[in-house]
């Protein structure tokens, strides 16, 4: 079982920015594999970037350059940077950790919508 809280979601132009937070307990934060996932209305779920414990970072091809996955460890928190956002990064943006996803346990979730 898993807890996170996602926010930050929203309606933004062609080219705007958001900051997505995912907060995490603790043990969550400190034990497992944090990352940010959409789905977009009519697809499948896809991963957006992922953190590792070790550092490493994934990022999907079509937002390489201009997403960045971070996190706080004193608040037990991950980010998603989104700059120049384009309509097609309009998708429900999810936060979870490798388990989460193993067990197909999500969260709701939060709502980016991209458009003029």
């Known amino acids: 079982q898993v807890q996170l809280v996602e926010s930050g979601g929203g309606l933004v132009q062609p080219g705007g920015s958001l900051r997505l937070s995912c907060a995490t307990s603790g043990s969550i934060f400190s034990n497992y594999i944090m990352g940010w996932y959409r789905q977009a209305p009519g697809k499948q779920r896809e991963p957006v970037a992922i953190?590792?414990?070790?550092?490493?970072?994934n990022y999907a091809d079509s937002v390489k350059g201009r997403f960045t996955i971070s996190k706080d460890n004193a608040k037990n928190t991950v980010y998603l940077q989104m700059n120049s956002l384009k309509p097609e990064d309009t998708a429900v943006y999810y936060c979870n950790t490798n388990l989460g996803v193993r067990l197909d346990h999500w969260g709701q979730g939060t709502q980016v919508t991209v458009s003029s």
């Open positions: 953190l590792s414990s070790g550092g490493s970072i």
